[in-house]
T-cell receptor, first 111, second 113 residues
Framework: EAGVVQSPRYKIIEKKQPVAFWCNPI?????LYWYRQNLGQGPELLIR????????DSQLPKDRFSAERLKGVDSTLKIQPAELGDSAVYLC?????????FGQGTRLTVV | QQQVKQSPQSLIVQKGGISIINCAYE??????FPWYQQFPGKGPALLIA?????SEKKEGRFTISFNKSAKQFSLHIMDSQPGDSATYFC????????????FGSGTQLTVLP
């Protein structure tokens, strides 16, 4: 069974440019998470979906970040415009119940 | 507000030794406590998990000890191996509709050969 797939693996952009990350969760998993992980720190939740509904986006900086999960399957996370402080690893995870499975993440570098 | 506090930040252990990582929480709505292992360039992977109705869970060389009254739990790695060198995160999941998985700050474990 394929795990959580994220793309791209790496992205380098100039500040003020837009960037998008894509996540394909494990088939059948109704819960999808986007986390941000800064160097040397634990993942911090950005948004959680139950099927296509965003049920927890309180930590998402809504002035520049947006996310969608069309048809309750794949999801995209967008940043526009990116700032230097957005440099981090963006992790996607999915779960059916308690166990969350993570993708390898997208390492974003904003220069 | 850091809901799950993890210590130590880094840990160096000799091969064959015992590695111990501690976590504490405040939110009594947490009802599932997983530990994740993360290697460089990889996403976190579930290692072992426990629910608060048991005080200990063992899987191979990995054991979780859970103290509900103290709101603390710990990971013990017996007979630590160089291949165990990674970053370990404790986490906690809220019951009910919240279902937010909150992570500790991580412990970088180095097992010396």
């Amino acid at each position: 069974e394929a795990g959580v797939v994220q793309s791209p693996r790496y992205k380098i952009i100039e500040k003020k440019q837009p960037v998008a990350f894509w996540c394909n969760p494990i088939s059948g998993h109704n819960t999808l998470y986007w986390y941000r992980q800064n160097l040397g720190q634990g993942p911090e939740l950005l948004i959680r979906y139950e099927n296509e509904e965003a049920v927890d986006d309180s930590q998402l900086p809504k002035d520049r970040f947006s996310a969608e999960r069309l048809k309750g399957v794949d999801s995209t996370l967008k940043i526009q415009p990116a700032e230097l402080g957005d440099s981090a690893v963006y992790l996607c995870a999915s779960s059916l119940d308690t166990e969350a499975f993570f993708g390898q993440g997208t390492r974003l570098t904003v220069v | 507000q850091q809901q799950v506090k993890q210590s130590p930040q880094s840990l160096i252990v000799q091969k064959g030794g015992i590695s111990i990582i501690n976590c504490a929480y405040e939110n009594t709505a947490f009802d599932y406590f997983p530990w994740y292992q993360q290697f460089p360039g990889k996403g976190p992977a579930l290692l072992i998990a426990i629910r608060p109705d048991v005080s200990e869970k063992k899987e191979g060389r990995f054991t979780i000890s859970f103290n509900k009254s103290a709101k603390q739990f710990s990971l013990h790695i017996m007979d630590s191996q160089p291949g165990d060198s990674a970053t370990y995160f404790c986490a906690a999941l809220e019951r009910g509709s919240a279902r937010q998985l909150t992570f500790g700050s991580g412990t970088q474990l180095t097992v010396l050969p």
